[in-house]
């Protein structure tokens, strides 16, 4: 245990050094005035994205991850169960939420039942509605970090995961603030002329933008990083497409 702590910092340096190189480097050929501060794309770069992605789609570094689900609720069934059940009663319960969430903005403007209360119980709606992508993205994290014996792939899967629970917990309460007689609307009173662009923005951000994210996180660790331009490239592409 302690040497797979020490491995993991390790990793965690290495990985902290080459993203300073990148800052440094990005830094200076923006102020160098010069535009381009990568290689341009070519056929060779072109044909090394699939490889990079066969390798970390492999069905061998999937199935560690599988085994590491399995053993943080081995470990810890009482959070590990609490949680997944709490996501699947959320993720079954969420027309109600819904339904809950619109209620709570029915009396707003209304001088005889117009209160505070009301707001305060749509923060709440809106909260349980955001939040299993959020948990679920976490307990993967967590059965990550929990694994023994990680491997590059694995340690940067968890970096991944790290990165993107973070912005799905803002992009999903985000989504829920701007929910149709929900709290954006009805008690803040924006005009469906922002909202609607912003929750099409922020479901293509969950959709195409963080899993792009943990896709170039796998590859930023250790003798995985080899594969770092391709699959990172490959994210890019996507990424520019979708826009």
Known sequence: QIRALADLDRYKE??????????????????GFQIRSCPPINIHSLTEI??????????????????AVVRIIKDRPVMSVGLLVVVV???????????????????VGRISKDRFGLTVQAMIWSVLLAAPLPLLINFAY??????????DWMLGL????????????????????????????????????????LRRSIRRLMVVYLPAVVLTSICALGDSAKYFGSVGMFSVLVTYVSA
Do not use: K, M, N
Request: some cysteine; aromatic content about 10%.
């Open 14 to 31: 290495q990985y902290h050094d080459r993203a300073e190189e990148l800052g440094s480097y990005v830094s200076e050929q923006l102020l």
């Open 50 to 67: 699939p490889q990079g992605l066969v390798w970390v789609f492999r069905r061998g570094q999937w199935r560690d991850f599988g085994s």
């Open 89 to 107: 009663g959320l993720a079954f319960g969420r027309r109600r939420i819904q339904g809950a969430l619109v209620q709570a903005g029915a009396d």
């Open 142 to 151: 967590l059965a990550t970090v929990h694994a023994s014996g990680s491997t």
């Open 158 to 197: 968890a970096d991944g995961l790290w990165r993107v629970a973070r912005i799905a917990s803002f992009a999903a309460v985000t989504l829920a603030v701007c929910h149709p007689g929900g709290i954006g609307p009805v008690h803040f009173g924006w005009s469906d002329h922002v909202l609607i662009p």
